[in-house]
């Protein structure tokens, strides 16, 4: 059964805490995207990957951090220096058509 | 460069009657245009997509897209919509396999019984 992972579906933590966010794909994409999304905001891109062991920032990369070291999985770290971090995560795969994991709802109190 | 304006961020209609959501764009070269759904506190999933062919698209669940150039247009309709399509909807626009993917801020759709 292909298709796109992420875990957990919510996740609560105290600020100041780092916290990382799991994404895994069996699709076989090259590329893999993580996005935020807050109420009104559509989807904001925070780093992606299109090849392993190589990443880059997008529109909304501070506070977070990335590793790509096996093609199936890019985890994404949220750190004590993103001063917002309560939302919805997005993982997806796919450079042109997109796969869409089904999101992990983090509550930073 | 390239973007994507969807024109409502919300839109209601009677279960039963047609449904447009309407999405505007810009690019440099020829783009490719998808749709996407969210229900809430889901992750995306396609709808349809225009990739150069046929400019009338049909997607999943009754929904097809018509792609107009000359209006730099795509917009999203369903002949009858039911309850499950209430949901968020996003346009999104990529000019080719490479390049970076814009999403429309999203059209949050209510179905009024």
């Known amino acids: 059964d292909g298709g796109i992972t992420q875990s957990p579906k919510y996740l609560f933590r105290k600020e100041g805490q780092n916290v990382t966010l799991s994404c895994e794909q069996n699709l076989n994409h090259d590329a893999m995207y993580w996005y935020r999304q807050d109420p009104g905001q559509g989807l904001r891109l925070i780093y992606y990957?299109?090849?392993?062991?190589?990443?880059q920032k997008g529109d909304i990369a501070e506070g977070y951090s990335v590793s790509r070291e096996k093609k199936e999985s890019f985890p994404l770290t949220v750190t004590s220096a993103q001063k917002n971090p309560t939302a919805f995560y997005l993982c997806?795969?796919?450079?042109?058509?997109?796969?869409f994991g089904p999101g992990t709802r983090l509550t930073v109190t | 460069a390239q973007s994507v304006t969807q024109l409502d961020s919300h839109v209601s209609v009677s279960e039963g009657t047609p449904v447009l959501l309407r999405c505007n764009y810009s690019s440099s070269y020829s783009p490719s245009l998808f749709w996407y759904v969210q229900h809430p506190n889901k992750g995306l999933q396609l709808l349809l997509k225009y990739t150069s062919a046929a400019t009338l698209v049909k997607g999943i669940n009754g929904f097809e897209a018509e792609f107009k150039k000359s209006e730099t247009s795509f917009h999203l309709t369903k002949p009858s919509a039911h309850m499950s399509d209430a949901a968020e909807y996003f346009c999104?626009?990529?000019?080719?396999?490479?390049?970076?993917?814009?999403f429309g801020k999203g059209t949050r759709l209510h179905i009024l019984p």
């Open positions: 999104v626009v990529t000019a080719n396999r490479d390049d970076k993917i814009i």
């Open positions: 990957s299109q090849i392993v062991n190589d990443f």
């Open positions: 997806a795969s796919g450079s042109y058509e997109q796969y």
